[in-house]
């Protein structure tokens, strides 16, 4: 597996995350939260420090997901034995077409009648 591979795999699953914690917030207008029994003054687990927890783990998952995005350029630009000939003008060849001198001859017979 490539590391590029690897950085995708965890920003999918960091992506994942981050979904769900956003989701489980009570903001001023409800949420998914509020949608399962938590109320109006209730959070959800009936404690505070629930609100402090998702609101720390958004920002950290956030942060990390916005540093696996930067870090997954790392192995692109890298380089290396594998790098792709893509963008080398040096790999670039100039094919030119060739044409026959011969030319065509029209004076068979297509008819098939064979006169």
Do not use: H, R, Y
Not at 48 to 74: V, Y
Not at 83 to 88: E, G, H, I, L, V
Not at 100 to 112: N, R
């Amino acid at each position: 597996m490539s590391t590029f591979t690897i950085f995708l795999v965890l920003i999918m699953i960091v992506a994942f995350l981050l979904v769900v914690i956003i989701m489980v917030q009570n903001p001023k207008g409800g949420g998914l939260a509020s949608s399962f029994g938590g109320g109006g003054t209730q959070q959800m687990g009936g404690v505070q420090k629930t609100t402090d927890f998702l609101d720390k783990s958004t920002w950290t998952l956030s942060i990390l997901m916005i540093a696996l995005i930067l870090l997954s350029n790392i192995p692109i630009m890298g380089g290396g034995a594998n790098q792709s000939k893509a963008f080398d003008e040096d790999a670039i060849q100039n094919v030119i077409p060739t044409t026959t001198d011969t030319p065509v001859d029209t004076s068979t017979d297509t008819t098939g009648d064979g006169e």
